[in-house]
């Protein structure tokens, strides 16, 4: 029998109809899985799998599935599961221990029983799986190939890891692969970012001052997208580069002690820890409104936040209003987690079906090799382009090619103005 953990199994059919709909807008994982089917590349493996479980990953999942893997896999979030997705996924025989709502304790009580599965590849999504593994259960970590990272915080973490010597196997930073973040990190946060803070509040955006704390990939598409909605967009950032960009791209750049007093509404896609602190909370207006898009729930000190309050109340789903001493409001949203998976679906499963085909194609390649020393690597950028190239193909889009003459052009020194 299965071994698995979800909410409820009777929403099962409902997940069915999910996974179908995302299925639908995911053509490059389609013919990946379609290959799979045939050529059976992972036949035997167990794959364990720390992921978001949404309709996407459960494609993904039935890519493997259609591989010959089986697939062990617990939520990369405990507020990020798609109950009926789990559901579907447990009746269709994936190991599966995820449920919305988790405590931290569940939480990782569901990335062990997924390391019970002693995985030949591992999966991730923010470096829990790998983490654990290698801090409570490290009697698995010999048979393990290789992995893969798909977020940017996961990958800095196991580049933290490498760096220490630490890391004890391969990981293929999916993160880094064009094909993703230019996509997912920025199209893809930046529409469900405002889809899950519309969710949560169904406020009017237009006119309203959005500071957008980070300019990194999500932060550009966040910022990009509520500037197209109406919002006067204000940019927080750390490196000069980046606010230097964020400036010529017309947004307004300060400090977040400054734009603490103007905002309306706050969003953190830093990757770090503490940027929006007490000390900027005294300053905000009265009905400011929190968020989070980032990986983990410490982009916003909640903590202090609690301390300061005078009370809470829940006003609906996902939306927390804190009291401070001086009677002024300000409003959380899901609980500083992710904004976008909380509160909405997550990326929308077209920019999944590239990040995903990164996945399969990049454990597919694991598979393959030799074990690799421990290291973070790129996804090889064969793979990369050829995910691009899937992707235009499907959308129906053609480009040009290099002729003879300007691939010579290109690869030679001596030609100048002519
Ligand atoms: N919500 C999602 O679905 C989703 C999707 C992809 C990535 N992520 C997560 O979002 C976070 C950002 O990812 P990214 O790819 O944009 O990273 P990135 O490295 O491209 O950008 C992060 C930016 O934040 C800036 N920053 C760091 N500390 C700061 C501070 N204290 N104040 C202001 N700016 C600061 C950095 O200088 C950098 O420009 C990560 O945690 C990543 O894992 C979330």
């Known amino acids: 029998m299965n071994e698995f953990k979800v909410k409820d199994t009777a929403l099962a059919s409902k997940g069915f109809l999910q996974i179908e709909w995302a299925s639908k807008h995911m053509p490059v994982l389609n013919q990946i899985k379609e290959r799979f089917a045939r050529e059976k590349p992972l036949k035997g493996l167990t794959l364990g799998a720390c992921l978001h479980v949404t309709k996407e990953t459960a494609v993904l999942v039935e890519t493997f599935l259609a591989g010959g893997a089986q697939v062990a896999l617990c939520g990369s979030n405990p507020l990020s599961t798609q109950d009926d997705v789990a559901a579907a996924l447990a ?20 990335v062990e029983r997924v390391i019970d599965y002693a995985p030949t590849i591992t999966l991730d999504d923010g470096a829990d799986l790998v983490s654990t593994l290698h801090s409570k259960r490290t009697e698995t970590l010999p048979s393990i190939k290789g992995g893969t990272e798909e977020t940017t915080t996961g990958v800095m973490r196991l580049r933290a890891m490498e760096k220490s010597g630490t ?20 199209y893809g946060t930046g529409q469900s970012t405002i889809d899950g803070i519309l969710r949560a509040t169904n406020i009017l955006l237009a006119g309203k001052n959005f500071v957008v704390c980070g300019y990194g990939w999500c932060g550009r598409g966040l910022a990009m997208r509520a500037q197209g909605m109406g919002a006067n967009v204000i940019v927080t950032e750390v490196n000069p580069l980046r606010a230097l960009e964020a400036a010529m791209n ?3 750049v300060m400090p977040i002690s400054q ?15 503490n940027v929006i602190r007490t000390e900027h909370m005294q300053k905000m207006k009265d009905g400011a409104i929190l968020a989070n898009s980032g990986h983990f729930n410490v982009e916003i000190d909640i903590k202090s936040l609690e301390k300061i309050a005078v009370s809470k109340r829940r006003m609906r789903q996902n939306l927390e209003e804190y009291t401070l001493e001086d009677e002024r409001k300000i409003y959380l949203l899901a609980e500083g987690r992710l904004i976008n998976l909380a509160a909405a679906e997550g990326h929308p499963s077209e920019v999944m079906d590239m990040s995903f085909a990164n996945q399969a194609l990049s454990v597919e390649y694991l598979t393959k090799k030799e074990r690799l020393p421990p290291k973070v690597y790129s996804v090889p950028k064969e793979i990369d382009e050829m995910v691009a190239r899937l992707k235009l193909n499907a959308m129906g889009i053609k480009i040009d090619e290099l002729t003879e003459e300007q691939k010579r052009y290109l690869a030679t020194w001596e030609m100048g103005t002519i």
Not at 171 to 178: C, G, L, M, S, T
Not at 259 to 273: E, L, W
């Open 259 to 273: 734009a603490a007093a103007v905002g309306d509404i706050f969003v953190t896609t830093t990757g770090d820890i």
């Open 91 to 110: 009746e269709k025989g994936v190991h599966v221990f995820a449920w919305r709502g988790q405590t931290t304790e569940e939480y990782y009580w569901c």
């Open 250 to 252: 017309g947004y307004r």
């Open 167 to 186: 890391l004890k196997y391969a990981i293929i930073a999916v993160n880094d692969a064009y094909t993703k973040y230019l996509f997912d990190n920025r």
